[in-house]
């Protein structure tokens, strides 16, 4: 091996003196400041339980799937309190209940699921829970210890509107709490490290109202244990507990405590099918109670009731509002019951449908209906009903919570199925209410595109597919979309959404109604979603995955859910064929042998992913991965082949034949390229993203990455090379979030802030091929949330390749910002070996010597080279697994700002060394 002379010739100190030297001469910046927002949707999932804060008045309103929020009450924003939870804790975001304490207005408890559904003998599945708990305001989480209980929650399950709280803070003592579980008893944690234990007392589990014992199988739909509320103005104990409490049943009614729920006896007398309570202040309890036809109750009809007890009297009274223009007590099932805090004998309850909402001000003994209004702010795309569409009305479904302001008792919160609305005076003539969403974001995503319509001629900013409204135009991110792609009877579910590539005016959407599941909600567009017509034939199914050839937009393929043949149009569907499989075995015994098998990623209508795809280049070229097996079709979908095959290459070599969501992409500018991403099973650590650059005929790991889930493409200073976004983590790095990388893949960047959003519900990632540094990320549950550079862009500029197999790539961590720590990293290096960061201030030459100088005369493999002069060397020692990181302070010297440097990275084995790719870096502010 011949002698490294170049590098015997370079001045070589200390890490410390790097800074001093280095940024004398220059200086560095990573990225321009990035802004995160939601897209401006409003709404759109069940908001099922508001309540507020007895001393502060902050209000907080819980999801069945989009988390927990608080309002700014200064702008009428929600913010949200679950952003900064990891990837693990994605299902913490269906809220079961939440529970605030009366004396610290910083503390927030929630019931959360903590693991997958479990499947269980019957075919039914239930989840696990535990609290977590928030100090601090809902800017950071802490487990609680109840997952060990194995507590059965259902947060997106029947009755999490219907039912109250079911977790509860003692109001005296804000280390105390009281959960009352569906199923599993009632348990109660004493201090913040005690065990949680069971009460003694507490009426037997029972699955429905019915008394069906063994219908257990679906936990989570199980009404149970319904409420829990403490009596704040009862008698404290020795301990300094309070002493009332009360239980809701659905099966066996009222539960009351006098030992602070560690004891439990029914109230005699006391309403079947309770759901919520509220003790007002002169300690009188208020219960509604709904029967819901669901589960072994669906056969029963629909009834429900409201009752007042006396605990001086220990009666019950039951105060039913009546029916309109009738005595008689309206026995539609209610929700939500609330009270004014300063006036105990004003109380608010909603009825569960209707649009209608009772007060009272004699504690019952006669009622004010107050109707809601179709609020002026209802956003376009809830078009009012009709004939066609008599289901429609937004404010009409889920009309369960409630809660009198305590900061103006005159104003009245409600939520439904569609977000939150507010009445700023209940006694005024006539009622006025309005949608309160701004901020509130919890629609689900299946998909986002943004087809490069140039914004010139009119091109809408992104696409997307989503539940309850199908699909919409965001002609604007920050603007309220107006239309749907299709039209429901209520709401329907689009599974996916496809788009022409070189004629991106053109998309389509394929869906289904959520009541007429067997009915395709499908819409073609021919001017970037303005407007959209059906598909003529929708013979091939509903739902499941779609995509349209980038030069020919009759051109489609559809794969159908519920295990249905992948079917080809070529007239933009009027008439449909199935695929063929031309490397299909023949079988006999199967008529259908010759079919492409059907996806099992697509048999559950309610799943989403994209295991189907189109190529952005080739028109007639069509990509799909299910059961391991890499298909392709070069002739528009007619007839497809088998590409690489995952059984075969190994967990470690390729996709794993049964992730439940998986991901293709197709490279804008290169045929035959696609990657492919999975997002992990529930009992799978996280993968690696892989891509083939063959049409499918061989797969490789991108070995920068420890793991991507999300991998998007858009525009890049160059209109061959593409920037591409991930969400995952690279190889040297530790934050989880949403990373851009400017040289295909080889060195990354961090573009959001793991402190304030770590897109643990990310469900699709989209870049602009319009513009540089905008990327959307889909979330099940959060919305879209928008990704953008702010101010003047410092670009870090990749240049050059790294050499070595796989080549060494560099990273940094951080901001090459005044005053910053930037942490450069080499990975993979030769193991514990020498490696070396170099620092320079010129990219063309060194010495006299013009760059790139070859470095393959001096030892260096083929290909490697110098690509920046070495005007200082930081040297360490790889560690064991291959990465070596060199500490880079910036000094806070303004005169730096808008100075350029260059780096480069060196790995030194025992017999050669290899190189990274280079960065040219200018400082920013």
Same mark, same amino acid.
């Not at 913490?92 to 693991?115: K, W």
């Not at 944690?189 to 007392?201: D, H, I, K, V």
């Not at 190994?650 to 290169?670: D, E, K, Q």
């Given at each position: ?8 010739l370079?001045?070589?100190? =200390? ?6 030297l ?15 927002r ?14 507020? #804060?007895?001393?502060?008045?902050d209000i ?21 309190l679950?952003d ?22 910083n ?8 693991n997958?559904?479990i ?9 696990f829970?535990?609290?977590m708990?928030?100090? &601090? ?28 709280e079911?977790l ?20 109660r944690?004493?201090?913040?490290t ?11 589990v029972?699955?429905?109202?019915n ?8 936990a ?10 403490? &009596? ?6 020795? !301990?300094?507990?309070?002493?009332i409490?009360?239980?809701? &049943? ?18 005699p007398?006391? %309403? ?11 300690g009188?309890?208020y219960?509604?109670c709904?029967?819901h ?8 009809p629909?009834?429900g009731? *409201? #009752?007042?007890?006396?605990p001086?009297?220990?009666?019950w ?15 539609r099932?209610y ?5 004014d ?8 309850v909603?009825a ?5 909402l ?9 009622w ?7 609020? =002026? ?11 066609a ?8 479904w ?5 809660l ?6 005159r ?11 507010r009445?700023? !005076? ?9 949608w309160t969403?701004?901020?509130f974001?919890?629609? *689900? ?10 914004f ?11 539940m ?9 991110w ?35 109604d ?5 009915f ?9 979603g303005?407007?959209?017509t ?20 009759n051109?489609?393929?559809w ?12 007239? @933009?569907?009027?008439?449909?064929t199935?695929?063929?499989?031309? &490397?299909?075995?023949?079988? =006999? ?19 989403q ?13 069509f ?7 890499f298909?392709?079709s070069?002739?528009? @979908?007619?007839?497809?082949? #088998? ?6 290459l190994?967990?470690?070599?390729a996709?794993?034949p ?9 490279? %804008? ?9 999975e997002?992990?099973?529930?009992d799978?650590a996280?993968?690696?993203l892989w ?9 490789q ?8 889930s999300?991998?998007a493409?858009g525009?890049?200073?160059s ?14 790095q ?12 080889q ?9 304030t959003?770590?897109?643990a ?6 870049? !602009?091929?319009?513009?540089?540094y905008r990327v ?7 919305g879209?949330?928008?990704?953008m ?10 240049f ?13 961590d ?18 514990s ?6 620092l ?6 060194w ?5 790139p100088? %070859? ?13 920046? !002069?070495?005007e200082?060397v930081a ?19 303004p ?31």
């Amino acid at each position: 091996m011949r002698p490294l002379q170049p590098l015997r010739l370079v001045r070589s100190v =200390p890490a410390p003196a790097i800074a001093s030297l280095l940024f004398a001469l220059a200086a560095a910046a990573q990225d321009s400041p990035w802004t995160w927002r939601n897209a401006n949707i409003q709404g759109m999932g069940f908001v099922t339980g508001i309540t507020a #804060h007895p001393t502060s008045h902050d209000i907080y309103a819980r999801t069945d799937v989009g988390g927990a929020y608080r309002l700014d009450r200064t702008t009428l924003r929600w913010q949200p309190l679950l952003d900064t939870l990891p990837r693990a804790e994605t299902s913490a975001f269906d809220i079961e209940s939440l529970a605030l304490a009366a004396q610290d207005s910083n503390r927030i408890a929630i019931l959360v699921p903590r693991n997958s559904g479990i499947a269980t003998p019957g075919g039914g599945n239930y989840q696990f829970g535990d609290v977590m708990l928030s100090t &601090d305001g809902g800017q950071s989480w802490q487990p609680q210890g109840l997952l060990p209980r194995q507590i059965r929650v259902g947060p997106n399950g029947e009755y999490r509107g219907f039912s109250g709280e079911r977790l509860a803070i003692d109001p005296r003592r804000s280390d105390r709490m009281l959960l009352a579980s569906r199923v599993d008893g009632v348990l109660r944690r004493e201090n913040g490290t005690a065990p949680w234990l069971l009460a003694t007392g507490t009426p037997p589990v029972t699955a429905w109202s019915n008394g069906d014992p063994n219908d257990l199988e679906y936990a989570g739909n199980t009404p149970g244990h319904t409420f829990v509320q403490f &009596d704040a103005n009862s008698a404290p104990l020795a !301990d300094g507990a309070t002493s009332i409490v009360y239980l809701g &049943d659905h099966a066996t009614g009222v539960h009351r405590s006098l030992d602070g729920g560690r004891t439990w006896s029914l109230l005699p007398g006391s %309403p079947p099918f309770a759901v919520h309570g509220f003790v007002h202040q002169d300690g009188r309890l208020y219960v509604s109670c709904a029967r819901h036809p669901v589960g072994p109750d669906s056969a029963l009809p629909e009834i429900g009731s *409201v #009752h007042r007890f006396d605990p001086a009297t220990g009666q019950w009274t039951e105060i039913t509002p009546p029916q309109p223009a009738s005595s008689a007590p309206d026995r539609r099932p209610y929700a939500g019951v609330s009270g004014d805090p300063g006036q105990p004998n004003v109380v608010v309850v909603t009825a569960a449908h209707g649009a209608v909402l009772f007060r009272t001000t004699d504690r019952g003994q006669s009622w004010q209906r107050i109707q809601y209004n179709d609020p =002026p702010n209802t956003p376009a795309y809830h078009e009012p009903p009709s004939p066609a569409n008599y289901f429609i009305e937004a404010v009409t479904w889920g009309t369960v919570g409630v809660l009198i302001d305590p900061a103006d008792p005159r104003r009245v919160w409600q939520t439904n199925g569609a977000g939150v609305l507010r009445n700023d !005076d209940l006694v005024a003539n006539p009622q006025a209410w309005t949608w309160t969403m701004e901020n509130f974001e919890e629609l *689900v995503m299946h998909n986002v595109v943004c087809p490069p319509v140039p914004f010139a001629d009119g091109g809408a900013d992104f696409l997307s597919a989503c539940m309850d409204m199908v699909g919409l135009r965001h002609e604007r991110w920050d603007t309220i979309p107006t239309d749907k792609a299709a039209h429901p009877l209520q709401i329907g579910q689009a599974n996916a959404i496809a788009y022409s590539h070189r004629q991106p005016q053109h998309a389509a959407v394929v869906g289904w109604d959520t009541w007429r599941p067997w009915f395709a909600l499908t819409g073609v567009t021919h001017d970037n979603g303005r407007t959209w017509t059906p598909f003529a034939n929708t013979s091939p199914g509903v739902g499941g995955a779609l995509a349209m050839s980038a030069t020919d937009p009759n051109r489609m393929v559809w794969e159908p859910s519920q295990w249905r043949a992948v079917h080809v149009t070529q007239d @933009g569907g009027q008439t449909w064929t199935v695929a063929r499989n031309l &490397d299909a075995t023949l079988d =006999p015994n199967n008529p259908n042998w010759w079919q492409l098998g059907q996806a099992w990623h697509v048999s559950n209508p309610w799943w989403q992913g994209e295991h189907l795809a189109a190529d952005k280049v080739d028109g007639n070229r069509f990509y799909r991965f299910t059961w391991g097996q890499f298909t392709y079709s070069t002739d528009g @979908g007619v007839n497809w082949r #088998h590409g690489f095959n995952a059984w075969a290459l190994g967990s470690n070599h390729a996709p794993l034949p049964f992730t439940v969501v998986i991901r293709l992409v197709t490279h %804008p500018t290169r045929a035959g390229e696609v990657w492919i991403g999975e997002q992990a099973n529930s009992d799978t650590a996280p993968r690696p993203l892989w891509r083939s650059t063959d049409g499918g005929l061989t797969v490789q790991r991108v070995h920068s990455l420890q793991w991507a889930s999300q991998v998007a493409f858009g525009r890049g200073d160059s209109n061959s090379l593409p920037f591409v976004y991930v969400y995952g983590v690279p190889v040297g790095q530790t934050a989880e979030g949403i990373w851009l990388s400017r040289d295909d893949a080889q060195t990354w960047s961090l573009v959001s802030d793991p402190q304030t959003q770590r897109f643990a519900r990310v469900s699709s990632l989209e870049g !602009d091929m319009r513009r540089r540094y905008r990327v959307y990320a889909g979330t099940n549950g959060r919305g879209v949330l928008v990704g953008m550079a702010t101010g003047p862009v410092a670009d870090a500029q990749p240049f050059g390749a790294g050499c070595g197999s796989p080549p060494l790539v560099q990273t940094t961590d951080g901001s090459h910002r005044l005053s910053s720590t930037v942490v450069h990293t080499a990975a993979p290096a030769f193991a514990s070996a020498p490696t070396a960061l170099v620092l320079g201030s010129s990219q063309q030459s060194w010495n006299g010597v013009s760059l790139p100088l %070859p470095l393959a005369p001096f030892g260096a493999g083929p290909g490697c080279v110098m690509l920046c !002069d070495p005007e200082a060397v930081a040297l360490g020692t790889a560690a064991a697994n291959g990465t070596a990181s060199f500490v880079v302070p910036v000094p806070n010297q303004p005169g730096l700002l808008g100075a350029r440097f260059f780096t480069q990275l060196y790995s030194f084995g025992p017999t050669a060394f290899t190189t990274s790719s280079a960065m040219a870096l200018t400082v920013g502010r």
